[in-house]
C-alpha cells in the first residue's frame, strides 16, 4: 500500500524541532522525501538521522530563512538531492513579544525578516519548481495570532497577520495553475517557542497551567496534531482547498477571555 505522500518531496523549514519537526517524521510515514532545512544543525541533523535510521529518506540542509540567498540555496541543494520540491511547509519562526514603544528597532527587523520574510521566501524560490511541474502545495504556519490579538505580544501578530494576507493573495494568483496554498493557525501548542515563553514567567508551571484553561479542551495541542492537519493539507485529498486558514486551538478563539 503507497502512502498518502509516496515519492513526494517536501521541504520543512525548521524542522528541527516541534511542529516542523513532527511534520517530517508523519510525512516520512507517508512516503515523502523530505528536506529538513533548519538554521539548528545540531538540531537539523538529529532529525534527519532519525528519520533515515528508521528507513526514511531525509536530508539536512542548514538554512536561514531570513536570508532570501541562503534559502535559494537551499531550493536548489533540495532539487539536486531528491528533485524538484512539490511540497513546501513554511513552518521556521520565533516569537517576540515586547512593548511597542521599548521595542528595538533590531527586534522588530528580526520578528519580521523570520516571520513574514522568511515565509515569502520560501514561496519564492520554490514556486518556479512547482510552476514547472504544474502542480504544487503550500502550507504557511501562521498562528491565532493571524486574525486574533492577545494582549503584550507586539509585534509577533503583526507580521502572522503578514504571513496569512501572503497567503491568500498567493493563492489566488496560482490556483489556476495547479498550486495550492494555504495556512494553519495553532493555538498553543507545546512547543519550544511556548515552553521558552513559560518559563519567561515567574512559574512556569503556573503559566503553563493558565495557558491550557484558556482552551475548553482543557490542554494544549500537540505538535503531531498540527502535522496531521499539514499532511492531509499537502496530499491529493485536499485539492479544492485554496487560501484557507484552518485554525486549530482547541477552541481557544472561540472564548472572549481576559487573559
Not at 533540495?78 to 511597542?100: K, M, Q, W
Not at 509585534?155 to 496569512?164: E, R, S, T
Request: net charge negative; aromatic share 8%; with cysteine.
Amino acid at each position: 500500500m503507497t502512502g498518502r505522500l509516496q515519492d513526494k518531496i517536501a521541504i520543512i523549514t525548521g524542522a528541527g524541532s516541534g511542529i516542523g519537526e513532527a511534520t517530517a517524521k508523519r510525512f516520512v510515514q507517508e512516503g515523502a522525501k523530505v528536506i529538513i532545512a533548519e538554521i539548528n544543525s545540531d538540531n537539523g541533523k538529529k532529525v534527519a538521522d532519525e528519520i533515515n535510521n528508521n528507513g526514511g529518506r531525509a536530508s539536512f540542509i542548514e538554512t536561514d530563512v531570513a536570508s532570501s540567498n541562503s534559502v535559494k540555496s537551499m531550493v536548489e541543494k533540495t532539487v539536486s538531492i531528491f528533485g524538484s520540491p512539490e511540497i513546501l511547509i513554511n513552518n521556521a519562526g520565533i516569537a517576540v513579544f515586547d512593548d511597542p514603544l521599548k521595542l528595538s528597532e533590531e527586534d522588530w527587523k528580526k520578528c519580521f525578516s523570520v516571520d513574514l520574510d522568511g515565509v515569502w521566501y520560501g514561496c519564492q524560490h520554490t514556486l518556479p519548481y512547482m510552476l514547472d511541474k504544474k502542480r504544487g502545495s503550500i502550507v504557511n504556519i501562521a498562528s491565532v495570532h493571524s486574525f486574533q490579538i492577545i494582549p503584550k505580544t507586539f509585534p509577533y501578530p503583526v507580521a502572522k497577520h503578514g504571513v496569512l494576507g501572503l497567503t491568500r493573495a498567493l493563492a489566488v494568483d496560482y490556483a489556476n495553475k495547479g498550486i495550492k496554498i494555504n495556512a494553519i493557525s495553532p493555538g498553543y501548542i507545546f512547543t519550544p517557542i511556548n515552553e521558552w515563553f513559560f518559563n519567561t514567567k515567574p512559574d512556569p508551571i503556573a503559566a503553563k497551567k493558565e495557558a491550557e484553561m484558556l482552551h475548553p479542551i482543557n490542554r494544549l495541542g500537540s505538535s503531531e496534531e498540527i502535522a496531521n492537519a499539514a499532511l492531509f493539507m499537502s496530499s491529493d485529498e485536499c485539492n479544492f482547498m485554496i487560501g484557507a486558514n484552518v485554525v486549530i486551538d482547541g477552541g481557544l478563539t472561540l472564548k472572549i477571555h481576559d487573559n
